[in-house]
C-alpha cells in the first residue's frame, strides 16, 4: 500500500493559484508515475496532469496547459501541481495517485494507476 494525502485545496477566486500537494508517509514516491485527477459534482473523474518516476516528462490535459505545473521532489516525498489563472470550470475534487511503469513514463488513464488519496476541494468563483 502507498497512502497518498493530498493537501492545499480550498476556495479561491478566478484568476487566482494554487499549489496542491501530496505526500507519502512511510513509502518513498520515487519509483512512482504520480498522476492527478479531478471529479467534479455530476461528471466523470478526468486526467489533469501527470509525471514520470524521474520527474523528466510530464503530461496536461489540453484545458489545462499553460496554467497547470506539475512536478516532484523525490528528497521530500512530494507532488504538487501549482494551478495558476484557475477558472471556475477548475471546481472539483483533487486526486493524486500512484502507479508503477515499465519505463519512465506515466499515463492519462485512472485504471493504470494503483493507488489514490482522498482527494481534496478545490472550488474558484466567478
Known amino acids: 500500500q502507498v497512502p497518498l494525502v493530498e493537501s492545499g485545496g480550498g476556495l479561491v477566486q478566478a484568476g487566482g493559484s494554487l499549489r496542491l500537494s501530496c505526500a507519502a508517509s512511510?513509502?518513498?514516491?520515487?519509483?512512482?508515475?504520480m498522476g492527478w485527477f479531478r471529479q467534479a459534482p455530476g461528471k466523470e473523474r478526468e486526467f489533469v496532469a501527470a509525471?514520470?518516476?524521474?520527474?523528466?516528462?510530464?503530461y496536461y490535459t489540453n484545458s489545462v496547459k499553460g496554467r497547470f505545473t506539475i512536478s516532484r521532489d523525490n528528497a521530500k516525498n512530494t507532488i504538487y501541481l501549482q494551478m495558476n489563472n484557475l477558472k471556475p470550470e477548475d471546481t472539483a475534487v483533487y486526486y493524486c495517485?500512484?502507479?508503477?511503469?515499465?519505463?519512465?513514463?506515466?499515463?492519462?488513464?485512472?485504471?493504470?494507476?494503483?493507488?489514490w488519496g482522498q482527494g481534496t476541494q478545490v472550488t474558484v468563483s466567478s
Open positions: 509525471i514520470s518516476w524521474s520527474g523528466v516528462y510530464t
Open positions: 495517485a500512484a502507479g508503477t511503469r515499465r519505463y519512465d513514463s506515466a499515463s492519462y488513464y485512472d485504471y493504470e494507476y494503483d493507488y
Open positions: 512511510g513509502r518513498t514516491l520515487s519509483s512512482y508515475a
